[in-house]
T-cell receptor, first 116, second 118 residues
Framework: AQKVTQAQTEISVVEKEDVTLDCVYETRDTTYYLFWYKQPPSGELVFLIR??????QNEISGRYSWNFQKSTSSFNFTITASQVVDSAVYFC?????????????FGTGTRLQVTL | GAVVSQHPSRVICKSGTSVKIECRSLDFQATTMFWYRQFPKKSLMLMAT?????????EQGVEKDKFLINHASLTLSTLTVTSAHPEDSSFYIC??????????????FGPGTRLLVL
């Protein structure tokens, strides 16, 4: 069975600090996909990134970066120079590969509070 | 691209009434749609998966007669909460994916519907 663990329930930082959100996953599949979604107070889930299991390259997008390490089954998310607008709940998710039945398994989410 | 809308965004109803929530993909073909439920400060719980033109597949513990799902077209899925009760009050979110594109694994989410049953 698939499982996603986000051990950090809540994180509070001051603006301009860097912050890393941890995500550890479990799966027996050799091919799978990892995702990060942002849920601001409005409730809508915003897609941030998708990574497949064969691509361990780290990715950077502006102030966001992701570190995927299969050896430790982790897919951590770092926000550099955090801003108040980054305040949200962030979900890490995992899906098995292919087909029409792929489902997302979500972690419990990490609530990030960025203050001035 | 990849915009999903939901209607209504918020609904308050009396106990015993039925409520229909619509989920639309605005700029792509939603070959598969998913319905989730989220309790306050909790994660998303998958309720069911629906493929266009076929019956929905419900997750264990989800009553299919209570949560009716219809996915009659490639851009619209509906969730009807029948004979709603206060315990059905929740945040319902749909998502959609298009298996005929390269990024077929990504689900795009609607803005959600807050249901309050009095």
């Amino acid at each position: 069975a698939q499982k996603v663990t986000q051990a950090q329930t809540e994180i509070s930082v001051v603006e301009k600090e860097d912050v890393t959100l941890d995500c550890v996953y479990e799966t027996r599949d050799t091919t799978y996909y990892l995702f990060w979604y942002k849920q601001p107070p409005s409730g809508e889930l915003v897609f941030l990134i998708r990574r497949n299991s064969f691509d361990e390259q780290n990715e950077i997008s502006g102030r966001y970066s992701w570190n995927f390490q299969k050896s430790t089954s982790s897919f951590n998310f770092t926000i550099t120079a955090s801003q108040v607008v980054d305040s949200a709940v962030y979900f890490c998710a995992l899906s098995e590969a292919g087909g029409t039945a792929s489902k997302l398994t979500f972690g419990t989410g990490t609530r990030l509070q960025v203050t001035l | 691209g990849a915009v999903v809308s939901q209607h209504p965004s918020r609904v308050i109803c009396k106990s015993g009434t039925s409520v229909k929530i619509e989920c639309r993909s605005l700029d792509f073909q939603a070959t598969t749609m998913f319905w989730y439920r989220q309790f306050p400060k909790k994660s998303l719980m998958l309720m069911a998966t629906s493929n266009e033109g076929s019956k929905a597949t419900y997750e264990q513990g989800v009553e299919k007669d209570k949560f009716l799902i219809n996915h009659a077209s490639l851009t619209l899925s509906t969730l009807t909460v029948t004979s709603a009760h206060p315990e059905d009050s929740s945040f319902y979110i749909c998502s959609a994916r298009d298996i005929y594109v390269a990024d077929q694994e990504t689900q795009y989410f609607g803005p959600g519907t807050r249901l309050l049953v009095l």
